[in-house]
């Protein structure tokens, strides 16, 4: 995630790779499973980006602190830490 820390938007770039085949579920939350869903459903072989502006599903921001970026492409999953500072 870049930038971290963040006070306004992060964003987490992340690919699927070519031999996914025609592409891969990919599923990237902030705060574990059950967080807000920054990312939901297929994708193509590519790069891609994805940000976070600190707002829970609800649309309110959320207080700062350290939080957790799971990122699901294929069979991987890889957790990456965030510090929010608004």
Same mark, same amino acid.
């Given at each position: 995630?870049?930038?971290?820390?963040?006070?306004?938007?992060?964003?987490?770039?992340?690919?699927?790779?070519?031999?996914? @085949?025609? !592409?891969?579920?990919?599923? *990237?939350?902030? =705060? %574990?499973?059950?967080?807000?869903?920054? &990312?939901? /459903?297929?994708?193509?072989?590519?790069?891609?980006?994805?940000?976070?502006? @600190?707002? !829970?599903?609800?649309?309110? *921001?959320?207080? =700062? %602190?350290?939080?957790?970026?799971?990122? &699901?492409? /294929?069979?991987?999953?890889?957790?990456?830490?965030?510090?929010?500072?608004?």
């Amino acid at each position: 995630m870049a930038p971290n820390p963040f006070a306004v938007t992060t964003a987490l770039a992340y690919a699927v790779e070519a031999k996914a @085949g025609p !592409g891969s579920r990919s599923d *990237l939350r902030r =705060g %574990g499973p059950e967080g807000t869903a920054l &990312v939901s /459903g297929f994708r193509p072989p590519g790069r891609y980006t994805a940000t976070w502006d @600190g707002r !829970g599903e609800d649309g309110r *921001l959320q207080p =700062g %602190g350290l939080y957790f970026a799971r990122r &699901v492409v /294929g069979a991987t999953t890889v957790t990456s830490r965030v510090l929010f500072m608004p």
